[in-house]
C-alpha cells in the first residue's frame, strides 16, 4: 500500500508525524493498482512543532471518523475532504505529507494578489511573461499585448496559463515584480496556517524547494471561495480570448479544463495541475443540501479515472457522512495569529492598577507623608491655642 509506505519513505517526509523511535500505528489507504510510478524528488520536510488542525492529522496514513465507511480507491498518493463553512476535515490520507503542487499553486497565487489589483488595470505582456514555460501550460500572451486583469484571471484559472501568472504577479508585486509577489505568496500561506507551503514561482512549476500538502490546499481553497470574484472567474465554461493584431488578428477561445463544473451536479469549482514530479493534483469543491466540501489530491494517476472523477467519488463518500463526522479542523488565520506583544507600559508596569511603585517612587513618598504629617500637627496645635484665647476673653 502507497501511503503506508510514506511513513518511511526518505522521498515524502513531512514535518508533523510521530518522532522515528516511536511511531505511531499507520492505518493504510486504499489504492488502486498501478504498475509504476515515476519516483518523486525529496521535498525537504515542514519545520512544525505538531500537525496543524489536530493531533490525528498528523498520519501519513488514513484518517477517517469512527464508523465511517471505507473511502473510495485512489490512486492518489495523499488527499483531504473538509467543509468549507464549518472547517471540520471529514477525512484524509497522509493530510501534511509534503509534495509538489503543481498548478493547484496558482490558488495560493489567487489569494495573494487579487486584493492587490483592479480587474480593469490593462497589463501589456512583456518578454519575461512568456520567458522559460518551458513545457508547462500556456494561455498565449503575446508579447506587447495588452489584457485587462480580469482577463489574465481568467487565463490563469481556466487555461492555467503559466504566463498570465507570471503577468500578474509581475504587476501585484511592483518595483518588486515577480519576486515581491512570491514573497506574499508565502507570507499569505503562514498567515492561512498552511505552514507546509512553500513558494518558489507563482505557477506552480517544479523547483527544488517547492511544496505543499493536501491540508494546506484546502485552507488556500477555501480562503478563495470565500471571494466572489474567484468563485467568478474560476466558474466561467468558456471565453473569447481577445485578439491582439497584428500578431493574432482574431483571438481565439479558451475552455474550462475543469470537468467537475460540467460533470457533477453542485460542482463550485477549483483547479487542476500536473508536473512529471508533481504527477496530477487536483482541487475541486461541491455543494449539496447545505453544506460545502472541498476535496484535494497530491500525486495521483489517472487510475480507476482522471483526478475529477477521482475527486467525485471523494465528494460522494464524504457527503455521505453526518455533518458530525470529524477528525480535525481547518484552522483559521485568527487561530494562526501570534498573541499580542504586551505594550512597553505593561512590561515596565506604568499604568498598570496592581504595579508595585519602584523603590525611589516609596521613598518619596514617604517624605511627603513626613512633612504632610507635621503640617497637620502645628495647623491642629494653632487651632486649639487659638480657641484657648477666645475662651479666655470672653470669661
Known amino acids: 500500500m502507497l501511503c503506508a509506505a510514506l511513513a518511511t519513505s526518505p522521498l515524502l517526509p513531512a514535518g508533523a508525524i510521530a518522532a522515528p523511535d ?28 505538531k500537525p496543524v488542525g489536530g493531533e ?5 496514513g488514513l484518517v477517517v471518523a469512527d464508523g465511517a465507511p471505507t473511502p473510495p480507491t485512489l490512486s492518489a498518493v495523499t488527499w483531504i475532504v473538509a467543509d ?9 490520507c497522509g493530510p501534511h505529507v509534503r509534495r509538489r503542487p503543481a498548478s493547484t499553486q496558482k490558488l495560493l ?6 486584493p ?30 495588452k489584457y485587462p486583469v480580469s482577463t489574465l484571471w481568467y487565463g490563469l484559472l481556466l487555461q492555467s496559463g503559466n504566463d498570465a501568472a507570471n503577468a500578474l504577479a509581475r504587476v501585484a508585486g511592483g518595483a518588486g515584480g515577480v519576486a515581491a509577489t512570491v514573497e506574499r505568496m508565502n507570507a499569505e500561506a503562514k498567515r492561512l ?15 527544488p524547494d517547492q511544496a505543499s500538502s493536501a491540508y494546506d490546499l484546502a485552507l488556500i481553497a477555501r480562503a478563495d471561495f470565500a471571494r466572489e470574484d474567484f468563485v467568478r472567474y474560476d466558474t466561467l465554461d468558456r471565453m473569447q480570448w481577445p485578439a491582439q493584431p497584428p500578431k493574432d488578428p482574431t483571438g481565439f477561445q479558451i475552455q474550462n479544463e475543469n470537468q ?10 477549483g483547479k487542476t495541475g500536473f508536473t512529471d514530479e508533481a504527477r496530477h493534483t ?3 469543491a461541491a455543494q449539496r443540501d447545505g453544506r460545502r466540501l472541498v476535496v484535494t489530491l497530491m500525486g495521483a494517476e489517472i487510475v480507476p479515472g482522471r483526478t475529477w472523477k477521482q475527486a467525485i467519488s471523494l465528494l460522494d463518500w464524504g457527503f455521505a457522512q453526518p455533518a458530525t463526522a470529524r477528525v480535525g479542523h481547518l484552522v483559521t488565520p485568527e487561530e494562526m495569529a501570534p498573541p499580542p506583544s504586551p505594550s512597553p507600559q505593561a512590561r515596565s508596569g506604568v499604568g498598570s492598577a496592581t504595579a508595585e511603585p519602584s523603590t525611589g517612587a516609596s521613598r518619596s513618598w514617604a517624605r511627603w507623608s513626613v512633612l504632610l504629617a507635621g503640617l497637620a500637627m502645628v495647623i491642629t496645635g494653632a487651632l486649639v491655642i487659638r480657641r484657648r484665647v477666645q475662651t479666655t476673653s470672653r470669661g
Open 260 to 269: 467537475l463544473l460540467v460533470n457533477y451536479p453542485g460542482a463550485m469549482g
Open 22 to 49: 516511536s511511531p505511531a500505528p499507520v492505518t493504510p489507504c486504499p489504492y488502486a493498482s498501478i504498475p509504476s510510478i515515476p519516483p518523486t524528488p525529496a521535498v525537504p520536510p515542514a519545520q512544525t512543532a
Open 56 to 60: 490525528k492529522l498528523g498520519t501519513t
Open 109 to 114: 497565487l489567487a489569494a495573494a494578489a487579487l
Open 193 to 207: 496556517g498552511a505552514l507546509d507551503t512553500h513558494a518558489a514561482n507563482p505557477h506552480g512549476y517544479d523547483a
Open 84 to 92: 468549507l463553512d464549518s472547517g471540520a476535515v471529514v477525512g484524509a
Open 282 to 284: 487536483y482541487v475541486g
Open 116 to 145: 492587490l489589483l483592479d480587474p480593469n488595470l490593462v497589463v501589456e505582456a512583456t518578454e519575461e511573461d512568456v520567458r522559460d514555460l518551458k513545457d508547462g501550460s500556456a494561455v498565449g500572451l503575446v508579447v506587447g499585448g
